[in-house]
């Protein structure tokens, strides 16, 4: 009795002892089809038909490409709740059930790319709420739910290229909802015409990485308009596949032309796309030699509707062109400007009439156009001023320090005479002046002719006469009025 007692307590223990240790094997046991390193599980090409069961719980990072799993089952990654990067690349994968992801909620990469998916159905990410990458291209997807990607708030790249899309909902994406979105790829599908006021009206963090290029898009005025914005703003997704952006011309697949190698066929449209800068009126900037659009940007259209713009040096200008051909016009009202330059800034007018419906309409487009100015340019221009500032320095040095100077032996100039009666005064002495033209030369004893002038002095309403006898002793004698006017005004020599 003991006995059986005792055998059955062992049991329960052992019982109870089972599930901890098949919970400790489950957490670090490795599969025998895949390659364990760490937290890093790999199962690649390991003709897998299904997402396998007994997988380390610690795994951070499952690599399950180039298998051939079709389906994707509920809680098929139920037990990897540390799961952060999920490889299913290279499968046969056409469907994703309802809760496929439970417990995986931190996957933040996932890589379903070159499957056989053909819709991405609402439910399919619902739980992936940390997802920052999603590789779907090379599948066979036609169509994307509306809210396929609404929970996915932390989206930072989604590539959808080398599909089957007709459509994609831009809207779903706006900066609200998605606003850590840079990338995304809907390159190389079969998109025949863009929603431009979906897409103009996304952020410019999303159109930079925007990728649209190699579709049969049909070749129209705004989404040409819109490429030819982009490609001016610098964005990547144009800049750097500029010449894959092509478009059917009248819609005819083999009329395929690049859009920025066949610019006439665009010539008769008006460059105003919804969303962005309007640049038929108000300002407009451009740097020196590049190639600038003006348009009218009128609602008047039509057979009847004639153009003409007057430049900022009042030139007329109609089609085709103004007279020294440098403004080429358009019949649809629009300038193109091949080389800008500093003279052609100003205010342009356009004026649009419609004989039909009797109305007229102008618009005034302001332009800038700068030189671009370089590194070198800025450096001689400084390099200028400090040379000038120098040189300026050293004059005025020179100037304070090396003016020449009086010296103290230089014989000082006599002194004036302090009046204008002086030399009369020399005149009239009875001393004559000795002869300073030699050495040798007497003195002459005969008597001199002496002419007075006129006194200008005035004084008291009388003139005044200063006579002088020498420099120590001057003597002034006043004349009477008859006798100075006499003496001043007689024509007579007087004989001394």
Known sequence: MWAAVSTL????????????????SEYHSCNASCICASDILSCVNKSLYQVPTNLPTSTTALDLSHNMIVHLENRSFWKLSRLEMLRLAHNRLTDISQGAFLNASGVRHLDLSSNRL?????????????????????????????????????????????????????????????????????????LLALPIEEVAALPVSIKN??????????????LYSMFLHWEREGFSSVHDFREEHTCLAYGETRAQIRFFHHVRIFENCTFYVPGMPNTSQGSLQAYVGEPLHINCGTI??????????????????????????????????????KEAQIEDSGIYICVAINRGLMRNETREVNVTVLKRRSHGEGFNTALTTLLGCVVTLVLVVMYLYLTPCY??????????????????SSILTSTPPASTEGPGRKISGNKHVVFLEPIKEVQNGRLKVMLGSDNSQQTQHFKSDSDSITSLYSDSPMVL
Request: charged share 15%; with cysteine.
């Open 300 to 337: 008047l259209h039509g057979a009847h509707t004639t153009y003409h713009w007057i430049s900022p040096h009042r030139e007329f200008i109609i089609p085709p062109s103004n007279t020294n051909k440098t403004i080429y016009m358009y019949t649809n009202g629009s300038l193109e400007i």
């Open 407 to 424: 010296c103290c032996c230089r014989k000082q100039p006599s002194a004036s005479p302090t009046n204008e009666c002086s030399a009369q």
């Open 209 to 222: 990485g925007l990728f649209l290029h190699n579709n049969p898009l049909r070749c129209e005025c705004t």
């Open 118 to 190: 053909q819709v991405v159905e609402q439910h399919y990410f619902q739980e992936l709420c940390n997802l920052e990458e999603l590789l779907l291209y090379n599948n066979h997807i036609s169509r994307v739910d509306n809210k396929a990607l609404s929970s996915l708030t932390k989206l930072h790249k989604a590539y959808f290229s080398w599909n089957l899309l007709t459509d994609f909902p831009f809207f779903s994406i706006q900066q609200e909802s998605h606003p850590l979105l840079t990338t995304l790829d809907i390159s190389s599908n079969r």
């Open 9 to 24: 307590t062992l049991l329960g223990t052992l019982l109870l002892q089972l599930p901890a240790k098949a919970s400790a």
